[in-house]
């Protein structure tokens, strides 16, 4: 199959003033337009893979190459970052449901849940990604991974499961806006943050130990 880029489900401006429009722009249509690109000319080298979709190819890339793993991550992990984002205003600003326990339960508190994944994010030294993760056994993790690692990749890094929440902290998120200042980026990322499609990741495949189907 050939890889192609999801249609970005808001407009440019439509995260200001959190998330800058040229940011947006050059994000979506730059880096990851070129992890699309890069990935099907990469995949020509393995065609054992060829059939396989985004998700599924995720736990099949140990044993390939960099270039495969590179750029599966970096198409999965943006595509999975542009669905949690919803302009300000228009989604629940909190969890609910059966994620709000859980996330009660696991971390004691929405706000303490907010601060350890912020922490996740900062403390990702360079480039790299935060996720929440739902986990075989059906618990919650936060954690980090570098470059475009993700906990698909089957035998790639130590945490394993369904990733329904991601927070990209790739410099090319957020420098125009924000330059060094990665803390003052999560601190507006947040607010952009879609509960409801954060919600609809865990009940429609996070509780089933199955991929958010890209
Ligand atoms: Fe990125």
């Known amino acids: 199959m050939v890889h192609t880029l999801h249609p970005l489900p808001y407009s440019f401006t439509a995260l200001e003033p959190s998330m800058?429009?040229?940011?947006?722009?050059?994000?979506?249509?730059?880096?990851?337009?070129?992890?699309?690109?890069?990935?099907?000319?990469?995949?020509a080298e393995f065609p054992d893979r060829a059939n396989l979709d985004l998700a599924a190819l995720?736990?099949?890339?140990?044993?390939?190459?960099?270039?495969?793993?590179?750029?599966a991550g970096g198409h999965y992990n943006h595509t999975l970052f542009w669905q949690n984002l919803a302009p300000i205003g228009t989604t629940n600003p909190a969890p609910y449901g059966e994620l709000a326990a859980k996330i009660d339960e696991k971390f004691g508190s929405f706000d303490a849940f907010?601060?350890?994944?912020?922490?996740?994010?900062?403390?990702?030294?360079?480039?790299?990604?935060?996720?929440?993760?739902v986990k075989q056994d059906g618990t919650l993790e936060i954690h980090n991974t570098p470059g475009h690692e993700?906990?698909?990749?089957?035998?790639?890094?130590?945490?394993?499961?369904?990733?329904?929440m991601t927070c990209d902290v790739w410099e090319h998120a957020y420098y125009l806006k924000y330059q060094h200042r990665r803390p003052e980026f999560i601190e507006n990322w947040w607010k952009l943050v879609n509960?409801?499609?954060?919600?609809?990741?865990?009940?429609?495949?996070?509780?089933?130990?199955?991929?958010?189907?890209?």
Request: positive net charge.
């Open 150 to 164: 993700n906990p698909l990749m089957d035998g790639i890094g130590t945490v394993h499961g369904v990733p329904i």
């Open 20 to 43: 800058d429009a040229l940011t947006v722009e050059i994000h979506y249509l730059g880096h990851h337009q070129t992890y699309v690109t890069k990935l099907n000319l990469a995949l």
């Open 58 to 71: 995720q736990h099949t890339v140990a044993g390939s190459s960099p270039a495969v793993i590179n750029n």
């Open 114 to 133: 907010k601060l350890q994944f912020t922490n996740a994010a900062i403390n990702r030294f360079a480039s790299g990604w935060a996720w929440l993760t």
């Open 195 to 214: 509960w409801d499609n954060i919600v609809s990741n865990y009940e429609k495949y996070g509780k089933r130990s199955q991929a958010v189907p890209f």
